[in-house]
């Protein structure tokens, strides 16, 4: 599907669908080869296919061609939840328009579309409209990203609340495993986007020299570039803090763990001696005094409860219990 906007005093306006003349900036959602071919056509350009776009050299996701810049970054979407979905969306920048491809539906376009139909952002030109779709894209990660430190934090005072270990055992250390895992997960999609995005600043900063009258231009790159690097930085944290996390709750799951083997151990040791009596007198050996001796059977049971009770007394009193 092509979406066609236009700018009209400074607000952007949703075309009628296909390839109006008049679009600045056309978005293509899913396009089938009908959508690519009509568009190439358009452009005068051969656009990336979705195989294109999944490539991971660099010289794939970030080339110039025919007059026109190739930027492929990657994008989360249904971040919201616990199955985020991350995919290669391409940016082609000519001199009129901008045009985007995706096979997904990153929040950041909703965004972008609902934010410039309002007005207040700069879509006066191809090169602007980008800049601030970029924006747009950089500030939705420092939100998600935002989201998970916060989830973090309630893991990490869940993790090390004093009651919280009795409270969550057998299964429920398992849970907060999975929850560390999914938090590490989203924010290692989120490194990755960052660091697309960071490149692309990079490429298009090195373009935007060579070219006359982009002094202000260079001066918004300079100010998000900055901006993705201080976010790529604290996603850097995070991780290191999910790391710690997960390193700190398998611990507690050993430290708990080694409690139940050391109940066992003591168990075994205590009953070992009263198991050793109960079995000297099952022998059935025709010569035992005891066997007729009539206190026999309640000293042998009283030998064993002290043989038991002894063991216990003692680990008590080292404080291995």
Known sequence: MIYGYAEHDGRLVALAQGVPQTALWLDLVSPDHGDEQT?????????????????????????????????????????????????????????????????????????F???????????????????????????????????????????????????????????????????????????????????????????????LRDEPDTKDLRARLKDLTSDVRGLEDHSTFMAQKISFLMDATLGLISIEQNGIIKIFSVAAVAFLPPTLIASIYGMNFEVMPELSWPYGYPTALGVMVLSAVLPYVYFRRRGWL
Not at 97 to 109: D, E, M, N, S, W
């Open 39 to 111: 568009l190439e056509k358009h452009l005068g350009l051969d656009l990336p296919t979705r195989e294109d776009m999944e490539e991971i050299e660099q010289s794939s996701r970030l080339y110039a061609e025919d007059g026109a810049l190739f930027m492929t970054v990657m994008l989360p979407a249904h971040s919201e939840g616990d199955t985020p979905v991350v995919a290669p969306v391409t940016l082609v920048l000519t001199q009129r328009q901008l045009v985007t491809i995706r096979y997904h539906q990153p929040k950041a376009f909703e965004m």
């Open 113 to 207: 579309v609902q934010r410039a139909a309002r007005g207040g952002m700069h879509c006066r030109g191809a090169d602007q409209l980008m800049l601030s779709l970029l924006d747009v894209m950089v500030d939705r990660l420092a939100d998600v990203l935002e989201r998970v430190a916060r989830d973090i934090e309630t893991i990490s005072r869940s993790v090390f609340a004093k009651d919280g270990a009795k409270a969550r055992r057998g299964t429920g250390w398992r849970s907060v495993l999975e929850e560390i895992g999914r938090k590490g997960d989203m924010v290692s999609i989120i490194r990755d986007s960052l660091g697309t995005l960071d490149r692309l600043t990079v490429f298009w900063g090195q373009r």
